[in-house]
């Protein structure tokens, strides 16, 4: 079936403008993550979804960062007046029985977000 | 905090030869270690979890909570295996991954 898909799979921006990453996860996964992975920093977790809520929100950098999910399905990263540390890939991920220690998260493609 | 630290960003060896990614974390609990791998111009995937105990294309880690390690190995490696190497934590109650900062893995003809 199909994965985790992700768009655009790049995006060029001016600093200070504003953007949003799409995530649509895999049908049925309740769980959904969104992780960055830049240069020197390796991959951060940013925030967890659970249905449409969003219990653990602790790797979000700064309240410039925001997400949401609908539907318990896609997942929208938007990050405002962004600054060229924002410059990095962003993959999403999601997962059918978090909880479960058989659980995995299965990644997509990511967002290579690049701030001028 | 919890951490994992891979020590080696880049690991080079000839085809045939051992192999062995390095990882270490801190974490007082119980944790869930894994293995993810990043095939070039391919998506990260889950290669192997340390409660599975299974091996994934000749890989193994066994978790050793005394030297609170999770080193992953193979005894022979191949061309195919030349791939960028994650080993992340789960710590119980939570379910973000925190990933170490990788190695890439290149094997010489």
């Known amino acids: 079936g199909a994965g985790v898909s992700q768009s655009p799979s790049n995006k060029v921006t001016e600093k200070g403008k504003d953007v949003e990453l799409r995530c649509d996860p895999i049908?049925?996964?309740?769980?959904l993550y969104w992780y960055r992975q830049s240069l020197g920093q390796g991959l951060e977790f940013l925030i967890y979804?659970?249905?449409?809520?969003?219990?653990?929100k602790s790797g979000l950098p700064s309240d410039r960062f925001s997400a949401e999910r609908t539907g318990g399905s896609v997942s929208t990263l938007t990050i405002q007046r962004t600054q060229q540390e924002d410059s990095a890939v962003y993959l999403c991920?999601?997962?059918?029985?978090?909880?479960?220690?058989?659980?995995?998260?299965?990644f997509g493609p990511g967002t290579r977000l690049t701030v001028l | 905090a919890q951490r994992v630290t891979q020590p080696e960003k880049l690991l080079s060896v000839f085809k045939g030869a051992p192999v062995e990614l390095k990882c270490n974390y801190s974490?007082?609990?119980?944790?869930?270690l894994f293995w993810y791998v990043q095939y070039s111009r391919q998506r990260l995937q889950l290669l192997l979890r340390?409660?599975s105990r299974e091996s994934i294309k000749g890989f193994t880690a066994d978790l050793n909570k005394g030297e609170t390690s999770f080193h992953l190995k193979k005894p022979f490696a191949q061309e195919e295996d030349s791939a960028m190497y994650y080993c992340?934590?789960?710590?119980?109650?939570?379910?973000?991954?925190?990933f170490g900062q990788g190695t890439r893995l290149t094997i010489n003809p």
């Open positions: 992340a934590l789960r710590i119980q109650g939570a379910q973000k991954l925190v």
């Open positions: 340390h409660i």
């Open positions: 049908s049925g996964h309740t769980a």
């Open positions: 979804f659970q249905g449409n809520s969003a219990p653990d």
């Open positions: 974490y007082s609990g119980s944790p869930e």
């Open positions: 991920a999601s997962s059918p029985r978090p909880g479960l220690n058989t659980d995995t998260q299965y």
